[in-house]
């Protein structure tokens, strides 16, 4: 059986949300961030870079969010969480995927975590770095609330929900607590997250995973 090794409210959030979208059997497993068991030996042999999420069913063993997603897109193809392959839609939805794992939420990353890129001890330095970041965020959502306008769909990639609607609902989610423009502030961002998450499937990630409001 699949199992989703994950943390809450984290990047594990997306396959989570994946996996509940495609109604297919799945076990979670808990890896306790908050006690470091990501960094424990033991989860250490199935993600060396230590971080989540990571999938495992049988022999296989996956890392990284966009390959997890990718691999479920595949192995589940008759549920059409991808445009199909060969198609200018899958051309678009690699773009958007590698889009939003590589550019935002890699910003993001730097927005939460900007210490890591400054010496120890440079508070100053860190929250510079965090501004910055944040500032770069919000030119990146107004670039998901324009996309969202030019087709006027109720989904990320017009009509059809896919498997980016669970990774820019997660990553928008992440700014919740943003002190100026939360995604839910801009005009199409907001009312497209609150679309995804009346959807069945995400209410039964956020009771699951144990989340409150605010949901995004």
């Known amino acids: 059986m699949i199992q989703l090794h994950y943390y809450p409210s984290t990047a594990s959030m997306i396959p989570h949300l994946v996996l509940e979208e495609l109604g297919a059997p799945f076990e979670l497993v808990l890896v306790d961030r908050a006690a470091d068991a990501h960094k424990s030996p033991a989860y250490l042999q199935i993600n060396p870079n230590g ?76 929250a510079e770095v965090k501004a910055q970041a944040q500032k770069k965020v919000g030119a990146l959502l107004d670039q998901l609330d324009a996309e969202l306008a030019r087709h006027g769909g109720p989904w990320f990639m017009g009509q059809a929900f896919t498997a980016l609607d669970p990774y820019v609902f997660t990553l928008c989610r992440w700014t919740r607590n943003f002190s100026a423009r939360p995604a839910r502030a801009l005009p199409h961002l907001g009312p497209y997250l609150q679309r995804v998450l009346e959807r069945p499937a995400t209410q039964r990630v956020m009771a699951r995973e144990g989340l409150g409001a605010p949901f995004v």
């Open 51 to 126: 971080l989540l999420p990571a999938l495992t069913d049988g022999d296989l063993v996956l890392y990284e969010t966009a390959a997890i997603c990718l691999h479920l897109c595949d192995t589940f193809a008759d549920k059409q969480l991808a445009p199909p392959p060969g198609t200018a839609g899958r051309a678009h939805f690699y773009k958007w995927l590698v889009w939003l794992t590589n550019t935002l939420q890699t910003s993001l990353i730097v927005y939460f975590y900007p210490e890591r890129w400054v010496a120890e001890g440079n508070t100053a330095g860190a």
